[in-house]
């Protein structure tokens, strides 16, 4: 079996990343998962988190807020946006909140609290929250 | 005969002109260069969610609780036409094959006894088609903000339609666009984008991929990114039309600044006669003064 499989890493506007990938774990809907060559073929949404590639000269990671990613003999991970781990300012992030808050909001005052899209968005918001735990940048959204 | 001073006039009022359609060349080339850059950043990824689309549309197609997305409400009594245009002018017929597109479209989908709504994209083209059709327009998207398109502004159209969708408002909707092809051939285009249509090609790929496992369903899957591919399908279709506008704009300025060099030599051959002309009077004057005396 080879040791890298082919990924990229794609944004409606632009390609972000095509390398050689020894494992990829990306933000799995359902939960994390990490996939390396040979890994069964799936394709899963994503939900907000981190990407996290690992090549044969390092890692590299995004924020991305969500999309699908498909894994076959190749892999790719088609992002509704991402971020480069090192361009993710406190700023950028702030604004990622906010977005989260305000379709939040908005979901809410327009399905009248109906479970299935307000949960939806909670838990969006909450990932984006989370995201922001992990990298160290401070959501500055205590009370939502 | 015009007098040489009116010649002179047309002459650098030509002159000025050749120069402004000269800058607007150049612009356009610059812009276009960009634009050709940006659709091609954004074919990865269109291309890839189609690919995926078609293969889960073809695996849950035929279930009879597949997505109204893809399967349609079951009617198409109700046409939206979203007509993509510029928002501004000055590109030789960019607009107006456009608007003929779908005009044609409108008058095909009256005829068989449909209802067309139509959502414009651009003023230009909600101006040409405001005289005759402005009873059928529903919205109107402006972009003369937008420096730069982004996947933000096709999402807002996007929201915009499906939500329309989700009301009731139509039954299948229709992107008119024009394709770019070369810096000189923009090809008007329609294309469906509810309910979803995959090319018969793409069909056959999915075939041959390997068979996918789903998380979570393959229909929640399905119902997430139908709603994105309506964006996707928008955005591509904006950048192939930003392109195509300075392309179209492109040449017509060539044009207009080569008609204007034309025009300049005309006019300079005709001043010179005249200017010949009037000092032959002179001479003869002179001599046949000379002469008398």
Redesign the interface.
Known sequence: MADTMQFDLVSPERSLLSTQAKTVSIPGTDGDMTAGPGHAAVITTLRPGILKVETETGTEEFVVTGGFAEIGTTMSVLAERAVPYADMTQETYEDLVREAQAYYKKVVEETENEPGPVDDAAKLLQDMVAVGGHIGLDPKQPNF | MPSLKDLKTRISSVKSTRKITKAMQMVAAAKLRRAQD?AE??R???E??NA?LGS?AASVGGSPTAPKLLSGTGKDDVHMLVVMTAERGLCGGFNSSIVKAARTAIAKLKAEGKTVKILTVGKKGREQLSREHGSLFVGHVDLSEVKKI??AD?QSIAKDLLNRFDEGEFDVATIFYAKFETVISQVPTAQQIIPAQFDAAEGDDAGA????????GEE??LA??LP?GV??QI?SALLENAASEQGARMSAMDNATRNAGEMIDKLTIEYNRSRQAVITNELIEIISGAEAL
């Open positions: 940006a950043m954004a990865p990824y269109s890839r969610f995926v889960l982004g996947y096709a991929s390997p068979l996918y496992e789903y998380e979570p929640a899957i997430d990114l994105r964006s996707t955005f």
